[in-house]
């Protein structure tokens, strides 16, 4: 089977790999669709990663795949259902690992409710929570936005967003939209985000109250987005500096989170400028649970896929570098990878 593998940083190719084996709780996909994530994705294939990667990787960790094939202990999926988050495998007999290997043709999940129930380990279990089998009548091209949405409502819930919330975000890819649209969910009072102008309608349509373009808005500008400052911040970047406009927006007792990992190591806060004693958020942030929750917002069309994806920005799996080269110019907010028929 065919996958895309950052071979070193700057090498993104796709080969030949072989397709991997199934165990008694695992569930054989071909997978159909994957979307690019311009912050792990990119930040693997360059060489920046903050957390550090072991070259060759297989990459991409927004794919979703169908069933073909269940082991013999599985018990909560079965041929045919469409599961988010697979991955291949490592190859260690090539040297090949997973960064998370989404953009394959083939992948494995793992029935981890039933690995559970049997009374297996938790570290052999809990990391394939992500696999969640989705009602069959979804598309599975419109799905891979799950799980930036699962990621993004966990995130934010746990921030403290709710009713009356006055909030500001800091860029506007996916995670920043995401952010602004769950917080209008929420009933947030003022949804307010600094990001690029060419966003600034995509903002808006998934309930944004006030945009301001980051590279000519100032302290000040930002200041009049909600003269009494803010409850909640979210930097979606993670770049060094957004703090020094941020930090005095703050209310006094609100709380401030640094979702991004552009300047992850070398991140700068300075508390002093803000106007009083506030909470640092790090809490992260588990997919798991807020599924039943996206899926119920997809169904209610609360979250809609067309709000971030671009159906003439769909590349099959062997032009994945076109598909990241469109995503530099900022062509568009994801690319979708074709990864197999369906």
């Known amino acids: 089977m065919k996958a895309a593998v950052v071979k070193e940083p700057g090498d993104l190719a796709v080969q030949e790999i072989p397709r991997p ?5 695992d ?7 994957g979307a690019t994530c311009t912050g792990t994705d990119r930040h693997l294939i360059r060489g920046s990663f903050p957390y550090g990667c072991a070259y060759p990787v297989i990459l991409g960790h927004e794919s979703i795949g169908q069933a073909v094939a269940c082991g013999g202990r599985v018990r909560h999926f079965r041929e045919g259902d469409l599961v988010t988050r697979v991955s291949a495998l490592p190859v260690p007999a090539i040297g090949l690992g997973v960064s998370w290997g989404g953009f394959a043709e083939y992948g494995v999940a793992r029935d981890h409710w039933a690995m559970r129930a049997d009374g297996l380990p938790a570290f052999e279990w ?9 009602p069959s009548h979804f598309d599975p091209l419109d799905a891979t936005m799950i799980i930036t949405w699962r990621e993004t409502l966990s995130y934010i819930t746990r921030l403290g967003v709710q ?76 770049r060094n500096g957004n703090a020094d406009l941020y930090m005095p927006l703050l209310k006094p007792g609100g709380t401030l989170g640094v979702y991004g990992i552009d300047d992850l190591r070398s991140y700068v806060l300075n508390p002093n400028l803000a106007r009083g004693g506030f909470t640092f958020f790090n ?12 899926v119920d917002a997809i169904r209610t069309r609360r979250l809609r896929a067309g709000d971030y994806l671009d159906r003439r920005a769909v590349w099959d799996l062997e032009d994945i570098g076109e598909a990241f080269r469109a995503l530099e110019e900022r062509r568009f907010i994801k690319a979708v990878i074709r990864l197999s028929g369906e």
Not at 126 to 134: D, E, I, K, S, T
Not at 180 to 188: K, S
Not at 203 to 230: I, M, R
Not at 287 to 293: G, I, L, P, V
């Open 126 to 134: 809990g990391a394939f929570r992500v696999n969640q089998p989705l």
């Open 21 to 25: 084996e199934i165990g008694e709780y």
């Open 163 to 238: 009713p009356g919330s006055r909030i500001l975000i800091f860029g506007s890819g996916a995670n920043g939209l995401s952010f602004a649209n769950h917080a209008a969910n929420a009933g947030a009072e003022a949804v307010c985000m600094a990001g690029s102008f060419s966003r600034q309608e995509a903002a808006l349509q998934v309930g944004a109250t006030a945009f301001a373009d980051y590279k000519t808005a100032s302290a000040g500008q930002l200041a009049a987005l909600s003269p009494g400052g803010f409850d909640i911040i979210i930097d979606a970047t993670g």
């Open 27 to 33: 569930i054989l996909c071909q997978m159909l669709y």
């Open 283 to 294: 809490g992260g942030y588990d997919e798991e649970e807020t599924h039943a929750r996206v």
